[in-house]
């Protein structure tokens, strides 16, 4: 999926994520959840893209280093940050290889906007386990990650006031399926799934994964204490079966 590398690295998407500061509802759970330890912890930030997350988290942990696969990411980054906040550094590294990074290195771990899809589902095995490693043993690792049980939604024709838009939909929906050769119009979709859903026009691939399944991925890597929260109101989903129905399109997931 090294496809998606060449979109992050585009001017058009770089700008994007550049513009774009708004933390989602589980962050800002999650972040309130945090915020009375944060100040003693050294945070990782993978996938920081254009620093959505750093306006945020920065100003109140101990350290911070963000990280991006896309060097165009990082500059936007240092134009934006090291000026303003003393604590902060930015490197280009992959989260597949951290070996910049030494063992038991962070107490906080973030990686959003479903950072983990981007990359295919072997190397998703990989990074957990990079990421276990930076990870100090009473650290906390928090991720997003797209839902399966949301992927029905992408084939939905939603009607709108605006006919233009109702149409581009429909085009859309037509360009999906066609794309993703009957993929999404199986009965089943098993615990994981790499799709074109349109994103950044059509130019990505990512990984959809059962979010039970996920869980249990989490706890054989080694992860403990799991949680999970829904994208839609950002509350934490304590159950088993609200879990295997929730149909939000990500998830997020705290875990130590």
């Known amino acids: 999926m090294d496809k998606n590398l060449n979109t992050y690295r585009s001017e058009k998407v770089v700008r994007h994520y550049a513009d774009y500061d708004d933390l989602q509802k589980p962050e800002q759970t999650i972040l ?16 920081v893209g254009g620093g959505r997350t750093t306006t945020y988290f920065a100003p109140l942990v101990k350290e911070y280093t963000g990280i991006d696969y896309s060097e165009k990411m990082i500059e936007v980054c240092n134009n934006k940050f090291t000026k303003h906040y003393s604590n902060t550094k930015f490197i280009k590294a992959d989260v597949r290889d951290l070996n910049c990074f030494c063992e038991n290195e962070f107490d906080f771990v973030l990686f959003s906007f479903n950072g983990i899809d981007c990359i295919s589902f072997e190397e998703r095995n990989i990074a957990f386990t990079q990421i ?47 794309i993703n050769k009957g993929l999404l119009e199986k009965k089943e979709i098993k615990d994981w799934i790499i799709i074109n859903d349109g994103d950044h026009d059509f130019n990505t691939q990512y990984c959809y994964i059962n979010p039970l399944y996920q869980i249990k991925i989490l706890k054989e890597t080694g992860y403990q204490n799991i949680m999970s929260f829904s994208f839609q109101d950002g509350k934490q989903m304590s159950m088993e079966n609200e879990i295997m129905k929730n149909k939000s399109k990500w998830v997020y997931y705290l875990c130590s």
């Open 32 to 47: 309130n959840l945090l915020k009375s330890k944060l100040s003693n912890m050294k945070m990782l930030d993978i996938g």
């Open 132 to 178: 276990k490693r930076v990870l100090k043993n009473d650290g906390l690792f928090c991720f997003s990650s797209h839902n399966t049980n949301a992927i029905a939604d992408l084939l939905k024709i939603k009607i709108h006031l605006n006919i233009f838009y109702s149409i581009k939909r429909i085009f859309d929906i037509l360009k999906i399926k066609r």
